[in-house]
């Protein structure tokens, strides 16, 4: 069965440093999604991604955050500056068209 | 969207019946009700979705009522690794946008 993964399982990296989080989608998939879930909290929805731009993001994904999917099959989260409180479980998604929205096992990111 | 309220938690024992209630009094004419289940440290799962009646897979059975202000997810004999957070959601199937996970219910099952 297919299903999307991520890379790497667990990122350490130093405050004001730059990550990138990758995801490789369901291959026939059209939509992706990046989520987050800080211990012990909600599941958030970070952005949705479609026909190489961004449909809708909320609040969280400021200036720090970028999507790109730069090749036809991997999607990356980048933060350019991390903070202490980005500190969570990313989950990346995929779907087709419009339709249920598969997770990836997540990448947990510390920021120290 | 529709506004769900489901337990904060459950408890139940191995090889039970499991049955989670969703309220969704606002659901819409074209909103469908799905069910994801997330164990610790991992992504959401998706488990079920229906629109009417009753939905059965390998891993469970949804029922919605006529009215569609419920449903009811049903875990038959469940195991210690059922034990995971099981969220209800409510959305138009023809829509590719954001989920807004709330709580969910945290089922524990006991040996």
């Known amino acids: 069965e297919p299903e999307v993964t991520q890379t790497p399982s667990h990122q350490v990296t130093q405050m004001g440093q730059e990550v990138i989080l990758r995801c490789v989608p369901i291959s026939n998939h059209l939509y992706f999604y990046w989520y987050r879930q800080i211990l012990g909290q909600k599941v958030e929805f970070l952005v949705s991604?479609?026909?190489?731009?961004?449909?809708?993001k909320s609040e969280i994904f400021d200036d720090q955050f970028s999507v790109e999917r730069p090749d036809g099959s991997n999607f990356t989260l980048k933060i350019r500056s991390t903070k202490l409180e980005d500190s969570a479980m990313y989950f990346c998604?995929?779907?087709?068209?419009?339709?249920?929205?598969?997770f990836g096992p997540g990448t947990r990111l510390t920021v120290l | 969207l529709a506004k769900t309220t489901q337990p904060i938690s459950m408890d139940s024992y191995e090889g039970q019946e499991v049955n989670i209630t969703c309220s969704h009094n606002?659901?819409?004419?074209?909103?469908?009700i799905t069910w994801y289940q997330q164990f610790p440290s991992q992504g959401p799962r998706f488990i079920i979705q229906?629109?009417?009646t009753k939905v059965t897979n390998e891993v469970a059975s949804l029922f919605i009522p006529a009215d569609r202000k419920s449903s009811t997810l049903s875990l038959p004999r469940v195991s210690l690794s059922d034990t995971a957070v099981y969220y209800c959601l409510v959305g138009e199937h023809s829509s590719a946008s954001k989920i807004i996970f709330g709580s969910g219910t945290r089922l524990s099952i006991r040996p």
């Open positions: 606002n659901i819409a004419t074209n909103d469908y």
């Open positions: 991604f479609y026909n190489n731009e961004i449909s809708e």
């Open positions: 229906g629109y009417k």
């Open positions: 998604a995929s779907s087709w068209v419009a339709d249920t929205q598969y």
